[in-house]
């Protein structure tokens, strides 16, 4: 008897190892396709944007990053209640094969030269289509590795959704590194190498798609009445202390969060004045050692709670911020501005570790994906997704230090929210 229920438990963490092994797989493949642009728009944009000021060429190409965050509020919502009306899984598959669409797009178009306005046009509604599927993806995801951990190791579980969203941008600048370095020329790289990644992510899409096909819908679903299948606005209504308590918890995070990683390897080039290749190496070697810290601090709050890492990462985020961006852009040592890379994503970790189970502990299983999908992808879109804008736009104007000042004081804003609510970990709603 005992021998049986103990195979019984190897054989139910087989399956919920398979499952939470496939849906971050496809999660990391989304976020490769979505970051690819932005890892290769110092290549991309004269072929799309001519003009002699390259400010200017990626003012206009970080324009078109924040019109595809536009799109992510539907996708949250459209992807959210898919999910909460047909399942986790269903909403996943389909959200993976619009994404192959929009990089098969991105690859495919010709320049400027070629076909003119319909050039940026085309891109802009390849990054509309993106940003439709990452907006569905989010919250999808984070409620589906949320409901198939276990209770004693939710949070554990649910940072391997950060390691697979900074593992999309890693396997972005990994093949950047690998065209530059060793099979293109940067004349190549600008004139057609850029093109080859968005086709390697549209196959990577359609691998992720089989995979999910074979992944175990979540027993939180499956478990729901006809009646919680239902789903929708009315519902998610209901709960407007949750909805904001995601908005507040998301603001200063993700301008944290895309400030120090997707920007920052165009602030190397743009403003520190480092080569393109050094600054995709120090971005990707960062990025590894900041994706191999989120389980590090999901297991730390799984024994501490996750309040504790909230309101870490928004008194470090507030105090270290400007310090931070302003010693590396008067820093020439490659080896300091290396180190102060790394400490920003060591505080930006005690954010992204564990934001996407705080979300799903907070709404109960019927509206979760709606819920920690719309109003995320709402603050992500109007304040994540128009960093990298910002930061452009007060360097051109000769005022890049009041960018510093913007970041800091929504993760001051995001600090007085993390000190008030409770802690999630112990009023979590997943084991209602």
Not at 120 to 140: F, H, K, N
Not at 270 to 295: D, G
Not at 305 to 324: D, E, H, N, Q
Request: hydrophobic content about 45%; aromatic content about 14%.
């Amino acid at each position: 008897m005992e021998k049986t229920v103990q195979q019984n438990e190897v054989k139910e963490a087989g399956y919920r190892l398979k499952s939470i092994f496939g849906g971050a797989v496809g999660n990391l493949v989304e976020w490769y396709d979505w970051y690819t642009y932005s890892a290769f728009a110092l290549y991309f944009s004269p072929a799309f944007f001519p003009n002699s000021n390259p400010t200017a060429q990626l003012l206009n190409t970080a324009g078109i990053f924040a019109v595809g965050f536009l799109m992510r509020p539907i996708g949250g919502w459209l992807f959210g209640s898919i999910a909460d009306k047909l399942g986790r899984k269903h909403s996943m598959m389909i959200s993976v094969l619009i994404m192959a669409i929009g990089s098969l797009m991105i690859g495919l178009t010709p320049g400027y030269k070629r076909i003119g306005i319909a050039a940026p046009l085309l891109l802009v509604l390849a990054r509309l289509i993106q940003g439709l599927s990452t907006g569905g993806e989010y919250g999808t995801s984070a409620t589906y590795l949320s409901e198939m951990a276990t209770k004693k190791h939710r949070g554990f579980y649910s940072s391997f959704q950060y390691v697979t969203l900074i593992g999309g941008q890693l396997l972005a600048l990994g093949i950047q590194l690998v065209l530059q370095n060793w099979l293109l020329t940067s004349a190549q790289l600008h004139a057609w190498g850029w093109r080859i990644p968005f086709f390697i992510g549209a196959v990577l899409s359609f691998i992720a798609l089989y995979l999910r096909r074979h992944i175990d819908e979540t027993a939180a679903f499956k478990n729901k009445n006809t009646e919680d299948k239902k789903g929708g606005m009315a519902i998610l209504l209901k709960y407007p202390k949750e909805i904001f308590t995601v908005v507040g918890l998301t603001l200063g995070g993700t301008i944290a969060f895309y400030t120090f990683s997707t920007y920052m390897q165009k602030f190397l080039v743009n403003t520190v004045h480092l080569s393109k290749e050094t600054s995709t190496t120090l971005s990707f070697v960062s990025l590894l050692v900041f994706a191999i810290m989120q389980p590090l601090f999901g297991l730390l709050s799984d024994k501490i709670g996750r309040k504790p890492l909230l309101v870490g990462f928004g008194v470090l985020g507030t105090l270290c911020t400007y310090p931070i961006l302003t010693g590396l852009a008067g820093e020439t040592n490659t080896a300091i501005i290396f180190l102060l890379m790394i400490g920003a994503l060591i505080i930006v970790s005690g954010y992204t570790s564990i934001n996407a189970v705080v979300k799903a502990e907070l709404f109960p299983a019927e509206i979760r994906a709606l819920g920690v999908g719309l109003p995320y992808a709402l603050t992500v879109a109007i304040f994540g997704g128009t960093a990298e804008y910002f930061a452009l736009w007060f360097k051109n104007i000769g005022h890049e230090s009041y960018f510093y000042w913007y970041v800091t004081g929504c993760i001051l804003i995001s600090l007085v929210l993390y000190t008030t609510m409770k802690d999630t970990k112990r009023h979590s709603k997943i084991e209602d």
